[in-house]
């Protein structure tokens, strides 16, 4: 008998902690540090929240969720590498991540586009992304919880005009994502009336962009589009400022960061204006910003923290719906777990747990998320409204939206 009690005794503390009998591990890889790092630590606690929530609410294919989270330093090579990892070794059934395109783009045609396994990136907008999809290079894997610069670069357009900024001048990253919203913004905005003077590309990480700054600044614009991230985007604008350089900003969604604010100075960024991704309010919306913060330590409005926590609730949805963490079937099943015929589904461990059971009994679950409804188009991509946003007192704030009808009335205007 004590034998036997023993054997039991040494079964029973191999279980999970959780109480439940077995574990499901998906990979995070995300910019923990590097000058994409605010967000992606948003990102991973967003992404702990979901799961958290869905194992309160009972555990999907009777398993516990958890994460293993990677950082990419926000490097592309190291962002590869640990993807090739988490598939190849780990045998993860999904990605999340990366954060932002440079990272994402080569994890999916590196790593899990070959490999067929889901990949969901909470913020990565470059319209590349799209035409893999569109050119059959992403075996139908990709998706992502933001729109696509493509809608961006209009909605920002629409609003530098409305600013009157007539006159601007770039300063973008020289990367898939700084040179695609380049070409996105300027077609509409020349065609809306706006002069682009010139554009500056940069190389990340440099100590010194006053060469970028001095040649941006000829041509006497009534403002400077940048196009960056909040630790370089920093540095430029600090340079900006101290040369001389007009003091209105329009800023790419990125941008939309505390630590920005507080390096630059809120004094020099009351005309800063910038876009974002938006959302169309909902009962999860109001669920993530009454629980984010006390959860995370982090405020609910952090740059990608709202759609990380979508990207973590469809991929543990997609999982109950495939019955298991089957990387075959989770393509498929990210799509039913947005099912427009199907009862909708809110954030948080009760209505997940009601969506477990409708899972349970084989019917249809529509979950309308952080960011509100989510429809997948046929290549991953979401359509969605944008934030319009300004620096007003030191903190970004939100000064209206452009929906998708707003958009497509632009976009009519301006062909």
Same mark, same amino acid.
């Given at each position: 008998?004590?034998?036997?009690?023993?054997?039991?005794?040494?079964?029973?503390?191999?279980?999970?902690?959780?109480?439940?009998?077995?574990?499901?591990?998906?990979?995070?890889?995300?910019?923990?540090?590097?000058?994409?790092?605010?967000?992606?630590?948003?990102?991973?606690?967003?992404?702990?929240?979901? %799961?958290?929530?869905? &194992?309160?609410?009972?555990?999907?294919?009777?398993?516990?969720?958890?994460?293993?989270?990677? +950082?990419?330093?926000?490097?592309?090579? *190291?962002?590869?590498?640990?993807?090739? !990892?988490?598939? !190849?070794?780990?045998?993860?059934?999904?990605?999340?991540?990366?954060?932002?395109?440079?990272?994402?783009?080569?994890?999916?045609?590196?790593?899990?586009?070959? =490999?067929?396994?889901?990949? *969901?990136?909470? =913020?990565?907008?470059?319209?590349?992304?799209?035409?893999?999809?569109?050119?059959?290079?992403?075996?139908?894997?990709?998706?992502?919880?933001?729109?696509?610069?493509?809608?961006?670069?209009?909605?920002?357009?629409?609003?530098?005009?409305?600013?009157?900024?007539?006159?601007?001048?770039?300063?973008?990253?020289? &990367? +898939?994502?700084?040179? &695609?919203?380049?070409?996105?913004?300027?077609?509409?905005?020349?065609?809306?009336?706006?002069?682009?003077?010139?554009?500056?590309?940069? &190389?990340?990480?440099?100590? +010194?962009?006053?060469?970028?700054?001095?040649?941006?600044? =000829?041509?006497?614009?009534? =403002?400077?589009?940048?196009?960056?991230?909040?630790?370089?985007?920093?540095?430029?604008?600090?340079?900006?400022?101290?040369?001389?350089?007009?003091?209105? %900003?329009?800023?790419?969604?990125?941008?939309?960061?505390?630590?920005?604010?507080?390096?630059?100075?809120? #004094?020099?960024?009351?005309?800063?204006?910038?876009?974002?991704?938006?959302?169309?309010?909902?009962?999860?919306?109001?669920? %993530?910003?009454?629980?984010?913060?006390? %959860?995370?330590?982090?405020?609910?409005?952090?740059?990608?923290?709202?759609?990380?926590?979508?990207?973590?609730?469809?991929?543990?949805?997609?999982?109950?719906?495939?019955?298991?963490?089957?990387?075959?079937?989770?393509? +498929?099943?990210?799509?039913?777990? *947005?099912?427009?015929?199907?009862?909708?589904?809110?954030?948080?461990?009760?209505?997940?747990?009601?969506?477990?059971?409708?899972?349970?009994?084989?019917?249809?679950?529509?979950?309308?998320?952080?960011?509100?409804? *989510?429809?997948?188009? #046929?290549?991953?991509?979401?359509?969605?409204?944008?934030?319009?946003?300004?620096?007003?007192?030191?903190?970004?704030?939100?000064?209206?939206?452009?929906?998708?009808?707003?958009?497509?009335?632009?976009?009519?205007?301006?062909?």
């Amino acid at each position: 008998m004590k034998r036997v009690l023993l054997a039991t005794a040494a079964a029973l503390s191999l279980l999970p902690v959780s109480g439940y009998a077995c574990e499901i591990t998906v990979g995070l890889v995300l910019e923990l540090t590097g000058e994409a790092g605010a967000y992606g630590q948003a990102g991973a606690k967003s992404v702990e929240m979901a %799961f958290r929530d869905l &194992n309160d609410a009972g555990g999907v294919a009777g398993c516990t969720l958890k994460t293993d989270t990677r +950082d990419s330093q926000t490097q592309a090579n *190291v962002a590869v590498d640990a993807a090739t !990892q988490l598939v !190849q070794v780990s045998k993860v059934p999904a990605i999340i991540g990366g954060i932002i395109s440079p990272m994402s783009i080569p994890i999916l045609t590196s790593v899990t586009g070959p =490999a067929k396994v889901l990949q *969901v990136s909470p =913020a990565s907008s470059s319209p590349t992304l799209t035409a893999l999809g569109r050119d059959g290079k992403t075996n139908g894997v990709f998706f992502r919880t933001i729109t696509s610069d493509a809608l961006q670069g209009v909605a920002a357009a629409k609003f530098a005009i409305d600013n009157g900024m007539k006159k601007i001048v770039i300063i973008h990253q020289n &990367n +898939d994502f700084g040179v &695609n919203l380049v070409k996105e913004f300027s077609a509409p905005y020349i065609a809306l009336g706006g002069e682009v003077i010139s554009v500056t590309s940069y &190389n990340a990480k440099q100590s +010194d962009y006053s060469a970028e700054v001095t040649a941006a600044m =000829a041509g006497s614009p009534d =403002a400077l589009y940048l196009i960056s991230d909040p630790v370089d985007g920093a540095t430029i604008a600090r340079q900006w400022v101290s040369q001389g350089g007009v003091q209105k %900003f329009l800023l790419n969604d990125g941008m939309n960061s505390n630590d920005f604010i507080t390096a630059v100075g809120a #004094e020099y960024l009351g005309q800063a204006y910038g876009t974002s991704s938006g959302t169309v309010a909902s009962a999860s919306t109001d669920y %993530f910003n009454s629980n984010y913060q006390t %959860f995370s330590g982090l405020d609910p409005a952090a740059p990608a923290a709202d759609r990380s926590y979508d990207a973590g609730a469809l991929v543990g949805l997609a999982i109950a719906i495939a019955g298991g963490p089957d990387a075959a079937k989770l393509p +498929d099943a990210i799509r039913k777990a *947005v099912d427009p015929a199907g009862e909708v589904i809110h954030a948080g461990k009760d209505e997940f747990a009601k969506a477990l059971a409708l899972i349970a009994e084989g019917k249809p679950i529509r979950y309308e998320g952080v960011i509100g409804p *989510v429809n997948f188009d #046929e290549y991953g991509d979401i359509s969605g409204p944008f934030r319009l946003w300004q620096v007003v007192d030191g903190k970004v704030t939100t000064i209206g939206e452009m929906t998708n009808a707003d958009v497509e009335a632009v976009q009519a205007q301006v062909k």
